[in-house]
Each structure stands twice: as structure tokens, then as C-alpha cells.
């Protein structure tokens, strides 16, 4: 019988502080009627990056006393390994890059409330137990710890009916795709008799019955549908563009990152960690939504006027890999790495991205048009510079970190046998081409329209991370095993 140890409180420690920091926030908020936004922005700067620093230490020292890599901590509902602290790592860098982008641009959206970072936070504990789970039940239990907080964040802009908007028709199908997941966990547990992934594989490697496979086809079609719909992949993408658009600039950066990289995670744990002998069965299906990711996203990206837009339908093309990544994880031992990194770097880029859009504005306002962006380089061509730096990486243009991503996942399909599946991707990748030069050609060749003034806008902390950021995806692009390697 197992019982409860100090190793379960120690390998839980990330989890713990943040979740002591939220309290704190709470406790200041409700303390303070009027607290102050510096206080609340910094508490949550301090617990974002007291997460990392502590996942970085149980990395560095194994606090199980040799059992590192178990799967008994919490009753064998948490898993402990070098990959998941590296995971919470990035993906709390990440969200604090956004925190800093967003701090003095909150205003304007009316969301410069504690309710904002503690959703935030709150979202991103639901991440670092996705990305600790070992059983059913735990990554449930992160994903809508995850997924809550992100319904209230695109509806806290009370003035906003394209928020209102987009926050209901994210509820209403992300409870349903909550659902649809929920159902087939159900089912995968009444064919195996168990929570845990290891005792679900174990079982389908030791041999099914006709009837048991059959209710396992239909469990991974449910869990499958579920996983795309959290990374935005077609034809489960609608609400993608339309959060992207109608939520707040800061809220729309952080549902198209780090969350990306937990939905991933979440995605080999249940088809790769659970389901891996029955691969044969539900490839088909991973390689069918790729492709029309690649399809819907590209195309229709291609006829978008609005940037944030043009990103929503970006991020539906990058699901697409994303999904090959999940796809190839079954057939090669290097492919998981490959995937990660494509989450992680992918989660860097989209950051990067938003950040431009919160420090820029015209005529006072937010920039909605690619076309706003007409003559930006002539005043600010630095910044200009960085934007293009973005763009080409989303691109997949070398030496940009974007081009190295695609590179091993692609790279990793066609060792895996998908070699048709990695020409259209490839010829998908070209088409999208297109919509990243536009915003460059914009802003490089395109002159200013009169009466249109574009200001830069950003606090001096967001300016330099922001230059680190797109630095990152340089030097990453150069030298990628600085991050590859550790995967």
C-alpha cells in the first residue's frame, strides 16, 4: 500500500510556491481596496520566476532520493522527470515574458485588476500539473485548471462585445471539447480497468479482445479530438481566430503560448504514453487533421487584413506540426524531442509577436490592420527590424529558430515513413510564405499614410525583453542544441 512521503511534498514544490503566491495575491487584493497594480504585477513576476528557479533546482538535484523518473509520487497520480521540470521552466518564462509585454498596456483594455494575474496564474498551475501527470485523472484535472481561468480571461474586458463574443463561443466549445475528452477517458478506462498510462499500455501490449479494441478505436477518436481542439488544430480551430481577434492583446498572447506546449505534453501522455501499442489505429487520423490544419490554415491566413487575425489562422497552420510532432512520437525514440522543441520554440515566437502588437500603437490606438504597419520602418526601424526577425522565424526561414523546428519535425515524419504528409507540409509551409513577407514588405516598402502616426509605446523593461526575446529565436536558430540537446 503506498503512503504518503516527504519526496510527494518535495517533487510538488514548483506547484506549491505558485499556489502560495497566488494566495498571497489574493490575501493583498482583498486587504488592499486599493491595491496597486506595480505590487500585484511584481508578486506575480516573483512567483513566475521563483517556479523556475525551483523546477531549475529539482533538476539539478534529485530530491527523491534516487527514485528519479517514478511514477509512485502522490499515489501514482504524478510523474517526476528532467523532461516535465524543464517543461514548467519554459513555460513559466514564457508566461512572464507576457506578464512583462502586457504590464502599462492593461489600461487600456480595462483588465488592470488582481483578477488578471491571478487567472493567470491559476492557468498556469493547471500547465504545471498537466505536465506532471501520470494517470487519467490528473491530466484532467490540470487541463481544466488550465482551461477555466483562460473562459475568464477572454471575457474580462467587460466593454468589449467582440470579447464577450469570443469568450462564449470559447466556453461553449471548449466545455464541449472538455466533454468529448472526458468521454473517451471513460471509455479507455472501461476496456483497460485503469487510470494510469503505464497499466493502459501494458494492457493493449499484452493483447486485446475484438470487443475491447473496438472500444479503444473510439476512446482515441474522443482523446483525439480533445487534444486538437486545446491546440487549436482544423476543423476543431473556429474559436482560434476569433480569441485571437476579440480577446484583450495580452490575454490573446497568452492562450496562443505556453498552453500550446501543456496541450502538447498532454497529447503524448495520453496517445504515447497510454496508447502507443495501438498507434497503428489512430495515425490515420493525426495525419488527416495535419493535413487539413495545413490546408485551412495557410489559405485562409492568406485573405486576412486584421494581424491578429492573420495569427489566429497562423496558429491553426502551426497546430498542424505540432500535431506531426504527437504523430511521429509513436515511431521514432527521438521524435518527442522534436516535438517539444516545435511547442516551445513556437510558444517563444507567438510571444514575441504580441509583445510587438502591445508596443506599437496608431493614432493612440491599438493596430488592428496589417496595413497600419505601412511605413513603420521609416521611424522605428529597429523595432522593424525585430518584427521582420518574427515573422521570417514563423516562416520557417533560415537561421531563424522557426526553420530548425520545422526542420526535425519534418525530418523525423519522413524517417518515420510519412513521406507525402512532409511534401505537403512543405509546399503548405510555402504558401504561408506569403502573409509573413506581406507584414515585412508593409513596413519596409510601403509608404506611411498621411494622418496615421505610429508610436512606440512600451516600457523600457518590455523594450529590452523584447529584444531578448527575438534574440532567442536567433541564437536558438544558430546554435538550436542549446535547447534540443536538453530533450
Request: with cysteine; net charge negative.
Amino acid at each position: 500500500m503506498m503512503e504518503f512521503k516527504l519526496t510527494d511534498i518535495l517533487v510538488a514544490l514548483p506547484e506549491i510556491f505558485l499556489m502560495s503566491m497566488i494566495v498571497i495575491i489574493l490575501l493583498y487584493e482583498s486587504l488592499n481596496k486599493n491595491a496597486k497594480q506595480s505590487m500585484l504585477y511584481t508578486l506575480s513576476l516573483i512567483a513566475l520566476f521563483g517556479t523556475a528557479i525551483l523546477a531549475l533546482y529539482q533538476y539539478n538535484v534529485d530530491l527523491t532520493g534516487g527514485i528519479m523518473g517514478a511514477d509512485a509520487f502522490w499515489f501514482g497520480e504524478i510523474t517526476y522527470n528532467p523532461i516535465s521540470l524543464l517543461l514548467k521552466v519554459a513555460m513559466t518564462i514564457v508566461v512572464a515574458f507576457g506578464l512583462i509585454y502586457s504590464y502599462g498596456r492593461l489600461a487600456d483594455n480595462d483588465i488592470a485588476n488582481a483578477e488578471y494575474y491571478v487567472l493567470i496564474l491559476l492557468s498556469t498551475l493547471g500547465m504545471l500539473v498537466l505536465v506532471s501527470a501520470a494517470s487519467l485523472l490528473t491530466v484532467y484535472v490540470g487541463l481544466e485548471l488550465m482551461s477555466l481561468p483562460m473562459y475568464g480571461l477572454v471575457a474580462l474586458n467587460r466593454r468589449s462585445q467582440k470579447g464577450s463574443e469570443a469568450a462564449m463561443k470559447y466556453f461553449v466549445v471548449g466545455a464541449m471539447s472538455s466533454g468529448i475528452l472526458l468521454f473517451g477517458m471513460a471509455l479507455l478506462y472501461g476496456a483497460t480497468s485503469s487510470l494510469q498510462f503505464i497499466d493502459i499500455n501494458n494492457v493493449i501490449a499484452d493483447g486485446m479482445t475484438d470487443s475491447q479494441a473496438r472500444l479503444m478505436l473510439f476512446s482515441a477518436v474522443f482523446l483525439i479530438v480533445g487534444v486538437v481542439f486545446k491546440l487549436g488544430g482544423a476543423p476543431f480551430h473556429n474559436w482560434v481566430p476569433d480569441v485571437y481577434e476579440g480577446a484583450p492583446a495580452a490575454v490573446a498572447m497568452y492562450i496562443g503560448a505556453a498552453p500550446k506546449i501543456a496541450s502538447f505534453i498532454m497529447g503524448a501522455f495520453l496517445l504515447i504514453g497510454a496508447l502507443e501499442a495501438f498507434a497503428p489505429s489512430w495515425q490515420p487520423f493525426i495525419i488527416a487533421i495535419s493535413i487539413i490544419s495545413f490546408v485551412i490554415g495557410n489559405l485562409v491566413a492568406l485573405k486576412q487584413d486584421n494581424l491578429r487575425r492573420m495569427l489566429g489562422y497562423s496558429a491553426v497552420s502551426h497546430a498542424g506540426f505540432i500535431l506531426l510532432g504527437l504523430l511521429i512520437t509513436a515511431e521514432s525514440d527521438n521524435a518527442l524531442s522534436a516535438g517539444i522543441f516545435y511547442a516551445i520554440t513556437y510558444a517563444l515566437t507567438t510571444t514575441a509577436a504580441f509583445g510587438f502588437i502591445l508596443s506599437v500603437k496608431i493614432n493612440g490606438k491599438e493596430i488592428q490592420a496589417i496595413d497600419d504597419l505601412k511605413g513603420f520602418a521609416k521611424g522605428h526601424a529597429w523595432y522593424a527590424i525585430l518584427l521582420a526577425c518574427v515573422m521570417l522565424s514563423m516562416g520557417g526561414i533560415p537561421f531563424f529558430v522557426g526553420f530548425y523546428a520545422k526542420f526535425v519535425v519534418l525530418r523525423a515524419a519522413f524517417e518515420a515513413g510519412h513521406l507525402y504528409t512532409v511534401i505537403f507540409a512543405l509546399l503548405m509551409s510555402v504558401i504561408g510564405l506569403y502573409y509573413y513577407l506581406r507584414v515585412i514588405k508593409v513596413m519596409f516598402f510601403d509608404e506611411e499614410v498621411a494622418g496615421r502616426e505610429l508610436t512606440l509605446e512600451a516600457t523600457g523593461t518590455s523594450q529590452v525583453f523584447f529584444n531578448i526575446n527575438v534574440m532567442l529565436l536567433i541564437l536558438l536558430g544558430l546554435f538550436p542544441s542549446l535547447l534540443y540537446s536538453f530533450f
